[in-house]
């Protein structure tokens, strides 16, 4: 089973609709990340949260909102999605010690036409 | 603003060949240097440096990091098709705790 798993894995929306994308980790990890990638582009911070108490905006958190269900469980929500918002999304756990590596669920990839 | 770049963007070797991928940075209150392999989706961890002039090595990769110049490379030796994928870096602050990612060598290794 995937340590950091992503539901849904492909979605397909229209213009002005809510989306929320879900994250839930098995790794025990405090830290949680969602990251977008468009195509040709490296992974751009969208939010981000520390523990369950501690939410914090990326680098492009405008469109977005996340919600910190619980230790294991983060969720980012598209309020209104708009087409430019199609992309490919990773959210991302780590344990928050010096090698503050990343370990990243498969992915959701979503499409807003 | 935390800065990355990569280079080149995208390169195209023959199995065998050398390759070696760039990662510049500007960041803030610099940690660490990581590197992830990204094959189909989700990226993979390969390295983090966090030292000067002290190399990593995993098989046929091999990663260093300059602090001074404020750049790495990720070298690649007998490449072979499985190689082909996107690289990324990541460069980590200390304030923060959140990586700044690059956008990525698309490496593709030809038979």
């Known amino acids: 089973d995937a340590d950091v798993t992503q539901t849904p894995r492909n979605r397909i929306t229209k213009t002005g609709k809510r989306i929320m994308l879900e994250c839930s980790q098995t790794k025990g990890h405090d830290r949680m990340y969602w990251y977008r990638q468009d195509p040709g582009l490296g992974l751009r911070l969208i939010y981000y949260?520390?523990?369950?108490?501690?939410?914090n905006k990326g680098e492009i958190s405008d469109g977005y909102s996340v919600s910190r269900q619980a230790q294991a469980k983060f969720s980012l929500s598209l309020e209104s999605a708009i087409p430019n918002q199609t992309a490919l999304y990773f959210c991302?756990?780590?344990?928050?010690?010096?090698?503050?590596?990343?370990?990243f669920g498969s992915g959701t990839q979503l499409s807003v036409l | 603003e935390d800065k990355v770049v990569q280079s080149p963007l995208s390169l195209v070797v023959h199995e065998g060949d050398t390759v070696t991928l760039n990662c510049s940075y500007e960041?803030?209150?610099?940690?660490?240097l990581l590197w992830y392999k990204q094959e189909k989706k989700a990226p993979t961890f390969l390295f983090m440096l966090t030292s000067s002039g002290i190399e990593k090595k995993s098989g046929r990769l091999s990663s260093i990091l300059d602090k001074k110049e404020l750049f790495s490379i990720l070298n690649i030796t007998a490449t072979q098709t499985g190689d082909s994928a996107v690289y990324l870096c990541a460069a980590r602050n200390t304030n923060a705790g959140k990586s700044t990612f690059g956008d990525g060598t698309t490496l593709t290794v030809k038979p």
């Open positions: 991302a756990t780590s344990d928050g010690t010096a090698t503050e590596k990343l370990f």
């Open positions: 960041v803030t209150n610099f940690r660490s």
């Open positions: 949260s520390f523990d369950v108490k501690d939410i």
